[in-house]
């Protein structure tokens, strides 16, 4: 059963304004993480357990006998790929993560081959992914669509989970959920995340990744967060009251030369021009929002540069080589953190721990 919130019968205007909390609450199923929607869903315990499984899933997966027992985890579950945005890593990452636990695919790149250009609306596109497969996920130009296809499911007879892979400007949790992987991986042996200062550079207005990322740090203490970014493209005014709520300390500055010698960890994003209405990003001068070879001595030996990728020319290309470059490994990261949501959802993960602790690898 879904949570006890009688959001049956109740149109899709009244559920889209519930407060975050009692949506959360109708996302879960039996109590379980079940729709993957939105970063405010995780809390410190949940995030530590995926880290935890996505720990020994890669683990496991080292050995080809591990390959296998994970190949034969999940083979009783179809996933549809629904990603009628521009995709390479987030749909590469799930994809192989659904390969490694064993599940089969279906997917739907081009909306034009689709019968939506037929005319069939939204809510039908969905209820009939939802008639193949047992998990839809899916990335849509449009903010709130993802949370719309879970309430026109549950509104059916076939209330598949759907995991949010990007809903237009506003949320990318499972983006923030390797992210936070990567963070907590490269911070393990330096008491984890809580303490850090994190900076986040470039369009933090428009890029979805950086709003699901200050979500999920808040679960973290005395985090300090620094957002750099012009004055037109800076912080939301939500994520930061989110963030004042919560009692986290950002600051907003204008230029990254302020941060490199404090942040522990330099977020990188690219201007998200794609939004634009008239150009209004084309004529920024982003000097001030690029890592280069010159900007490398400035920055805390220990610190480590992040990006979701994909890049334009914010990071040059020869940072690459510098051992605090870690946007590769975070890229690599997301499948592991992936094939973890799928084994949550699909309520496996104590499988794969129990395997784990008793192959010992
Ligand atoms: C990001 C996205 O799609 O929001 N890419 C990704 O999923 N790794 C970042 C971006 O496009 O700038």
Redesign the pocket.
């Known amino acids: 059963m879904k949570s006890t919130l009688n959001v049956k019968n109740c149109s899709w205007d009244q559920f889209a304004s519930l407060p975050t909390a009692q949506k959360i609450e109708f996302f879960k199923k039996d109590g379980r993480l079940y729709d993957v929607l939105i970063s405010q869903q995780f809390n410190r315990e949940l995030l530590e357990e995926l880290i935890n499984i996505a720990n020994a899933t890669r683990r496991i997966a080292k050995t080809k006998e591990g390959m296998i027992w994970l190949k034969n985890l999940l083979p009783h579950k179809r996933a549809m790929l629904y990603f009628i945005?521009?995709?390479?890593?987030?749909f590469l990452s799930f994809l192989n993560a659904c390969h490694i636990l064993g599940i089969s695919i279906s997917e739907v790149r081009d909306p034009s081959t689709s019968s939506e250009v037929k005319g069939e609306t939204y809510e039908d596109t969905i209820r009939t992914f939802s008639s193949y497969v047992d998990v839809i996920i899916m990335?849509h130009p449009q903010e709130g669509y993802s949370e719309k296809a879970t309430w026109v499911l549950n509104n059916s007879d076939r209330p598949v989970p759907i995991f949010n892979?990007?809903s237009g400007r506003d949320q990318?949790p499972t983006?923030a959920l390797l992210d936070i992987y990567t963070l907590h991986r490269n911070f393990a042996k330096r008491g984890g995340i809580d303490g850090k200062t994190i900076a986040m550079v470039g369009?933090l207005q428009r890029?979805?990744?950086v709003r699901s990322l200050s979500y999920l740090l808040s679960n973290y203490e005395d985090v300090t967060l620094y957002f750099v970014a012009p004055e037109r493209f800076q912080m939301k005014e939500d994520i930061k009251s989110f963030l004042e709520k919560k009692d986290i300390s950002y600051h907003e500055v204008d230029n990254i030369d302020k941060i490199l010698g404090k942040a522990d960890a330099v977020y990188m994003?690219?201007i998200?021009d794609e939004h634009d209405v008239s150009g209004e990003s084309k004529n920024y001068d982003y000097s001030n929002y690029r890592i280069g070879p010159e900007n490398l001595s400035a920055l805390k030996e220990d610190a480590i540069i992040m990006h979701?990728?994909?890049r334009r020319n914010e990071i040059d290309p020869i940072v690459d080589n510098d051992p605090r470059a870690k946007y590769w490994r975070q890229?690599r990261n997301?499948m592991w953190i992936r094939a973890a949501l799928l084994i949550k959802v699909f309520n496996v993960e104590e499988s794969v721990i129990e395997y784990y602790d008793s192959t010992a690898i």
């Open positions: 945005q521009p995709s390479t890593r987030t990335r892979a990007g990318h983006q369009d890029g979805r990744t994003t690219r998200q979701p990728l994909p890229e997301g």
